[in-house]
């Protein structure tokens, strides 16, 4: 009886330490700011999502508009520089404000929103989740400093609104909710964040959903027993996709300083490069690398997709963002990911579907270097029953796809190889 006494006794002492009423306070105001952040967000991500499949629909029924591709890189270049904004940083400015404390402008949000819908209408071959990342990341920052917080909580509300836009976007508020937290320095988790980074994800993909702006899903069906045989042939492919993401990200940085060397004035620069996608894609003879492609990843799935596409969809992007035109990285990350693993399920005979959903989650680990984002990207858009392949294919990807990345202001704390504490920037 003594002994109860005195455990209670002890709790109660513990009590004050707990300081309940202090985290009830905190989960409040996160509840509150989340879910604010997440309708807000939400509401414009539906309309970014909407916007962006009327300019798809619109080229895709209206060929000849991709003629007007150098005259829009004009205007983009144009708007930028009637804001002031001189050198886009992108997607590197948001990880840096959450880094550094680094200022996001309010006009981040709605350039990226008229801009990337301006690129997908004229046939730019871009993505979009890249440009959501941008406008929430900047929303959140900007309602955070409205609501005069502390800094550290600004960059809680920039997270917040990188999830919520990402979510509204994909439909994969998991995925959303642990990349807004992952991305910025991969190794150290901001898990502050999490209740308010979960909470405007959720939202966010609901109220998008409830103004009819609807994720992405695909079907594996046939996903055959983990084998040893089946084993390495996932290790390769995974392998390979590492070595593909390094392109990826090498050939888009290559662009983009070889555009500038050689052209100087901004104006020239995206004409130019306007000119060459519109001239290549009627050399190439189809569409398919035009936009985000989506049509071309149910393709791949379907093992229909072109041998080389994912090689030409790399070219592709690489141009167009080079020149400064605007958009995202991921949506072709996941396009070349797609295609390359249903080139390799021809060549192996191994089933299209599984290998372009290895693929697709091995190269968005390659690029952005967030494995368990990676892991729950695949979980919500294929479905859970591939998770052994998914699972092994993250993991190499993430380790053999070295210290590059599309960011490269994001940084890696710890080493890939061995137990050690790097803190370095990505290439």
């Known amino acids: 009886m003594e002994e109860k006494n005195s455990r209670i006794g002890t709790l109660i002492e513990h009590i004050p330490d707990l300081d309940l009423i202090g985290r009830i306070r905190v989960l409040f105001r996160w509840v509150v700011l989340g879910g604010l952040t997440g309708a807000i967000v939400g509401a414009i991500g539906a309309l970014f999502s909407k916007a962006i499949g009327f300019a798809t629909e619109f080229r895709t029924s209206h060929d000849l508009i991709i003629l007007g591709l150098p005259v829009a890189g004009l205007f983009i270049v144009f708007l930028y520089r009637l804001c002031k904004d001189y050198e886009d940083k992108g997607t590197n400015l948001v990880i840096k404000s959450i880094q550094e404390g680094e200022h996001l402008p309010v006009t981040k949000a709605p350039l990226i929103f008229i801009s990337t819908t301006i690129t997908h209408l004229f046939g730019g071959s871009t993505g979009r989740e890249s440009a959501a990342l941008q406008m929430g990341g900047s929303i959140g920052y900007n309602l955070g400093k409205l609501c005069r917080l502390k800094e550290g909580n600004v960059k809680i509300m920039t997270m917040c609104g990188m999830s919520a836009a990402f979510s509204a976007l994909f439909g994969t508020p998991m995925t959303a909710s642990f990349m807004a937290m992952e991305i910025e320095n991969v190794g150290v988790m901001y898990y502050s964040a999490l209740v308010p980074c979960v909470i405007s994800a959720l939202v966010a993909q609901g109220v998008a959903e409830f103004l009819g702006a609807t994720g992405e899903q695909f079907a594996v069906n ?197 137990n050690k504490y790097v803190n370095r920037e990505t290439k």
């Not at 290790?235 to 996709?241: E, H, T, Y």
């Not at 569409?287 to 229909?304: C, F, P, Q, S, T």
Request: aromatic share 16%; proline share 4%; charged share 10%.
């Open 222 to 418: 046939i996903v055959p027993e983990l084998t040893v045989q089946n084993g390495i042939y996932t290790g390769l492919l995974a392998l390979l996709c590492a070595f593909v993401s390094v392109l990826f990200c090498t050939t888009l940085k290559l662009a983009g300083k070889t555009y500038k060397k050689v052209f100087a004035n901004p104006y020239i620069r995206v004409f130019v490069g306007g000119c060459i996608v519109t001239a290549l894609t009627f050399i190439s003879g189809t569409r398919y690398y035009n936009g985000a492609g989506m049509n071309v990843i149910e393709m791949a799935l379907k093992g229909e997709a072109p041998a080389w596409a994912f090689l030409l969809k790399i070219i592709f992007t690489a141009l167009t963002l080079g020149a400064g035109y605007k958009g995202g990285e991921i949506v072709p990350a996941l396009y070349i990911g797609a295609t390359f693993g249903c080139l390799y399920s021809q060549l192996l005979g191994f089933d299209p579907a599984l290998c372009a959903a290895i693929g697709m989650g091995a190269l968005f680990c390659g690029v952005t270097n967030c494995p368990i984002s990676s892991l729950f990207i695949c979980f919500e858009l294929f479905g859970f029953k591939g998770m052994p392949y998914y699972l092994l294919a993250i993991a190499l990807s993430y380790t053999f796809s070295g210290y590059y990345s599309l960011y490269s202001s994001q940084k890696i704390m710890y080493s890939k190889f061995h």
